[in-house]
């Protein structure tokens, strides 16, 4: 799966939601030329031309890839999505892909997916490409109206429930069934986790703390992508590189192991074990 | 433009290159990160990341911003270390047929010259780039480089170790007068001095009121310095008579014929890495047909023609 660099026309940015103002698309793209991908890597994606004076692309998960085409998933957060959103069929973006790991797919094991808001994106893959959705149980937390997010085609494949905060009420409630869930699945099932970092350090104290062998998928702020800024490092115990798809390890090491290194997220992640992560 | 082929003869060793197009170190990690976007040989060189003498773990989180048409990085040389390079990096580098310049940064000038003495020896590094110039470290780095003294006593230093090796200086804009810290590393030994390193500078975020990198400051590159860098270069070029290596904003074969004209035998190209990462193996590819285009027949009589303002 050596990632390459691909030229990509619009085929259509379909806005999600009912709001005045649209926050949420899912771009369709022609389909890239890279052999294979699998669920959990992410592409890195800027428009060309450029439309503002923003110079690096973005990294994004892969949101949905069939021979047909390649979707990106995405909220309008900063200079980059929001020259995305006015984006039009035939315009071009670039895409360097596929890149990072994969996360874990185990037929046999019940796994739960723990979805925050668009951390969602990964999980429209995961779930289309599973070889038994029978043995995928969704749990979705999301402060927007649900019609903003890509849910529905989980729903039609799996058993998936939302959960709409509006009120701290709601988050606590969201909280405490996380975690009677993840005790749930604790002894033999996966987890699997993707969306803002308050939520994925509780799924990982609470992973830690029964055991579970959870995954979680990180967002980092990246300039390149391909591991070469450093720019997207987070604390990891992780002894070197290890499984990840680039063998260089431009990491220095910790004074103290305890404390783990620095680790790249696009070269070693997106995608890590619960417990290697430091937050 | 056929031979697009460049000799930078220092006083003590020249570099040869088959074309003046080097990456910038920091932005193509070791270099194998970009062999998936294009063949390494077909570069000029590349200047891996910088490297100290043990592993150092740089700085905290968040470490990059991006600004209007550039972008601030605080990452703080994070490196394996010299050693590691060495063995496990370099014999994986094409080095018979890509030359592979090793950026060095230490603290001290009895650390540089350790270093240079390492690095030396081995046949696989075709060049030293002394980094003096770095705004994200605490000791030494920028020092080094914003008083000439200083400049020339760590150049001094590392050209007793460097043997046979050439001896690139790369400078700091964050200077006064950079043709004079130029002039005293070429006094102290210096084959060739490159510049630009990235500007000091800063982004701040009223939401939070917190400054976007973790560390404060940072370093601005990209094309937001590139006015800066061809008046540094030229200003440099002027003021010695070792080649100078431009580095600062090139995104483009046009932008390398900017700064060869100002006075640059060579240039590195850096943050375009990141904005595509073949953007380098692009430039190589579209040089020719643009000197063409300029007229540009030879490297040393184009280098000469700048006409007054």
């Known amino acids: 799966m050596t990632p390459v660099i691909n030229r990509l026309k619009i085929l259509d940015i379909v806005p999600f939601g009912n709001g005045p103002k649209h926050e949420f698309f899912a771009l369709r793209l022609t389909p890239p030329n890279w052999e294979s991908s699998a669920p959990g890597q992410f592409v890195m994606l800027r428009p060309l031309p450029a439309r503002s004076d923003a110079l690096c692309p973005r990294p994004f998960s892969i949101c949905k890839l069939t021979g047909g085409h390649l979707i990106v998933f995405f909220q309008v957060r900063g200079r980059i999505t929001a020259d995305m959103a006015v984006l039009e069929p035939g315009d071009e973006v670039q895409v360097t892909g596929p890149l990072g790991n994969s996360l874990p797919v185990h037929a046999g094991r019940p796994t739960l997916i723990l979805a925050g808001g668009i951390g969602i994106a990964p999980f429209v893959e995961y779930v289309e490409k599973h070889p038994r959705p029978a043995a995928l149980t969704v749990e979705f937390g999301h402060r927007y109206p649900l019609e903003c997010y890509p849910f529905e085609g989980i729903a039609e494949k799996c058993a998936a429930r939302s959960h709409e905060e509006k009120s701290e009420e709601d988050r606590a409630g969201f909280v405490a069934l996380m975690e009677k869930r993840i005790r749930d699945f604790a002894q033999e099932g996966l987890i699997l986790a993707c969306g803002p970092t308050p939520f994925l350090r509780l799924i990982r104290d609470v992973s830690l703390s029964c055991g579970a062998e959870a995954h979680l998928c990180l967002e980092t702020r990246m300039a390149c992508g391909i591991g070469a800024c450093l720019g997207c490092v987070i604390k990891a115990h992780l002894p070197a590189d290890g499984d990840a798809p680039v063998r260089i390890n431009p990491s220095g090491r910790a004074e103290s192991p305890d404390e783990g290194r620095f680790v790249r997220t696009c070269a070693c992640g997106p995608n890590f074990r619960a417990d290697q992560v430091i937050f | ?309």
């Open chain 2, 1 to 309: 433009m056929e031979n697009t082929g460049v000799i930078l003869k220092g006083p003590y060793s020249s570099l040869e290159l088959k074309n003046p197009i080097l990456t910038a170190s920091g932005t193509f990690g070791y270099g194998l990160e970009f062999a998936p976007y294009g063949d390494l040989r077909s570069l000029g060189g590349i200047v891996v990341k910088g490297l100290s003498l043990k592993p150092r773990e740089g700085n905290p989180m968040p470490r990059i911003a991006e600004s209007p048409c550039g972008m601030l990085n605080a990452v703080g040389l994070q490196n394996c270390g010299a050693e590691a390079f060495l063995r496990d990096i370099l014999p994986a580098l094409p080095t018979d047929s890509l030359p592979v310049i090793a950026n060095i940064y230490a603290a001290s000038k009895e650390e540089f010259a350790e270093l240079a003495g390492m690095l030396s020896e081995e046949k696989g590094i075709a060049g030293l780039e002394v980094n003096i110039s770095c705004p994200n470290v605490r000791e030494g780095g920028l020092l080094f480089g914003q008083d000439p003294h200083l400049a020339a006593a760590v150049t001094t230093a590392v050209r007793a170790r460097a043997g046979r090796k050439p001896l690139i200086v790369k400078l700091t804009p964050n200077v006064t007068d950079i043709a004079a810290v130029a002039r005293a590393c070429e006094d102290a030994g210096a084959d060739i001095i490159s510049c630009i390193n990235t500007l000091s500078g800063m982004s701040v975020d009223i939401a939070t009121r917190r400054p976007r990198l973790a560390a404060g400051f940072g370093g601005l590159s990209g094309p937001a310095v590139k006015p800066v860098a061809l008046r540094c270069v030229r200003q440099v070029a002027s003021a010695v008579s070792i080649p100078v290596i431009g580095i600062g904003g090139i995104s483009s074969a046009g932008d390398v014929l900017e700064f060869i004209l100002v006075g640059a035998h060579a240039v590195q190209v850096g943050t375009a890495s990141f904005s595509c990462p073949d953007a380098a193996f692009r430039i190589v590819e579209e040089l020719p047909a643009v000197a063409e285009k300029y007229g540009v027949s030879d490297w040393d009589s184009f280098r000469s023609s700048l006409l007054p303002g």
